[in-house]
């Protein structure tokens, strides 16, 4: 079946270092997402690849960085920098179209990431 | 800031019944969407609705968009304690894609048996 594959699901870090949570995709889309959500809040958008080898920042992309060497591929790399990072993080994607024109998205069942 | 905002912000009702809520929204979109998330899970689309559409439906979920008020309802008839979730409006503004999506803060529907 197609779909969005995220890992870790519970994941938790010390404070000071990095960690990286995967998102796997097999629907072909060309676009993928990472959003941050917290408790009784909407979703913010941290990073953005509309194609391989090119991702943009999102609106809160400060102490987080992203890869897309791959199509099926979009890992999120929650720095030290980021001084809350404590939330529930979900992957996202769409196609081209979806990408360019409706929003359409497509999510992963998320990570949770607890920093101790 | 084009945020939408749902209202209310938590509903319960009994099985069976209809449950409505609403999303209000600040400038003009290109489309408006409604996805619902379980508990601990990822978000599932649910319906799109265009900005030159009044209504659509899809199975049980009815959708209106009035964009000279800048709002938009979802309906679930005959509801099901399964549809217990919080449901978020989308709206993506005009010229826009999925980059520009915004999230409102959701609604938490609670269908007591």
């Known amino acids: 079946d197609g779909g969005i594959t995220q890992s870790p699901k519970y994941l938790f870090r010390k404070e000071g270092q990095n960690v990286t949570l995967s998102c796997e995709q097999n629907l072909n889309h060309d676009a993928m997402y990472w959003y941050r959500q917290d408790p009784g809040q909407g979703l913010r958008l941290i990073y953005y690849?509309?194609?391989?080898?090119?991702?943009q920042k999102g609106d809160i992309a400060e102490g987080y960085s992203v890869s897309r060497e791959k199509k099926e591929s979009f890992p999120l790399t929650v720095t030290s920098a980021q001084k809350n990072p404590t939330a529930f993080y979900l992957c996202?994607?769409?196609?081209?179209?979806?990408?360019?024109?409706?929003?359409?998205?497509?999510f992963g069942e998320g990570s949770r990431l607890t920093v101790l | 800031s084009q945020q939408g905002e749902e209202d209310p912000q938590a509903l319960s009702i009994q099985e069976g019944e209809n449950a409505t809520m609403n999303c209000s929204y600040k400038t003009s979109i290109n489309n408006l969407q409604w996805y619902r998330q379980n508990s601990g899970r990822g978000l599932v689309h649910l319906i799109l609705?265009?900005?030159?559409?009044r209504e659509k439906h899809s199975g049980r979920l009815r959708v209106t968009l009035d964009t000279s008020k800048k709002s938009s309802s979802l309906l679930i008839t005959a509801s099901r304690a399964a549809d217990t979730a919080s449901y978020f409006c989308a709206t993506a503004y005009s010229g826009g894609g999925a980059d520009g999506l915004t999230f409102g803060k959701g609604t938490h529907l609670i269908i007591q048996p």
């Open positions: 690849s509309q194609i391989v080898n090119d991702f």
């Open positions: 996202a994607s769409s196609t081209y179209y979806a990408a360019l024109n409706t929003g359409e998205l497509f």
């Open positions: 609705i265009r900005s030159n559409e």
